[in-house]
């Protein structure tokens, strides 16, 4: 383990639910200190110290964010892009919009917050990034799932460009690449059992662990994944 700091502070986007909810969870117990990301604030409550701001990852409301944690919290050790959006739909079938919005939420929006944060995360000297992408980031799965997956081996990219960038200064990052986990966009898909996918709080748990690595242990990408695949 790491000698980390006790008041380490996590930007969360996408906590009010789901993976995002867990790791929230998981880190607060952990002894972290949350800023949560959501769409909708009044859709999570958490206690002091923790903050819940407003933040729509399609509407670059990042920068606002980013400040909002430092004037709150006054560093930012690690930014957890967890929001994401899937439109099924091949390359034939999705339109210029669905392409727009799932780049938008899943590959940009990761790239501003980082961007924004860059430089409380080098003064950190330990400054994380885990990027929450999907094993669609890692093959396409069928016709239906590749626009999406075009957009999330893009965010997988973006974790290598990432710690590459960041190296010498401490920052360390990871593609978290689950398949189907149990949250509402694959309950929505159907035809699953979410007793049999893997659960958020797996996914939550992974993820504080690996924040917790020191800097001579990092893992670029972390593939989970809840049946047999053909590579993971």
């Not at 919290?73 to 892009?81: K, P």
């Not at 961007?115 to 990027?131: F, I, K, N, P, Q």
């Not at 239906?144 to 957009?151: E, F």
Request: some cysteine; hydrophobic content about 45%.
């Amino acid at each position: 383990m790491t000698e980390t700091s006790p008041n380490r502070v996590a930007m969360i986007s996408g906590a009010n639910r789901g993976i995002g909810a867990e790791i929230a969870r998981h880190l607060i117990e952990r002894g972290w200190t949350v800023s949560a990301g959501v769409r909708s604030p009044d859709s999570l409550h958490l206690p002091s110290p923790h903050t819940v701001h407003t933040f729509d990852a399609s509407r670059k409301g990042e920068a606002d964010w980013v400040g909002a944690t430092l004037a709150a919290h006054g560093r930012i050790d690690a930014i957890i892009a967890n929001a994401g959006v899937m439109v099924p739909g091949s390359i034939l079938e999705c339109s210029e919009d669905d392409l727009d919005l799932m780049f938008d939420v899943n590959l940009r929006s990761p790239i501003r917050l980082v961007r924004e944060a860059w430089t409380a995360l080098e003064a950190a000297g330990s400054g994380r990034v885990v990027v929450v992408a999907s094993l669609s980031g890692k093959r396409v799965k069928s016709a239906r799932s590749s626009s999406y997956a075009l957009t999330k081996h893009a965010a997988v990219a973006l974790v290598h460009a990432i710690k590459r960038t960041g190296w010498d200064a401490g920052i360390r990052a990871t593609a978290v690449c689950p398949g189907f986990v149990a949250t509402d966009m694959s309950l929505v898909a159907g035809g699953r059992d979410p007793d049999k996918m893997t659960q958020p709080a797996d996914v939550a748990r992974l993820i504080t662990e690996v924040l917790d690595l020191p800097n001579t242990a990092n893992i670029a990408e972390l593939c989970i994944s809840c049946a047999e695949e053909d590579m993971f």
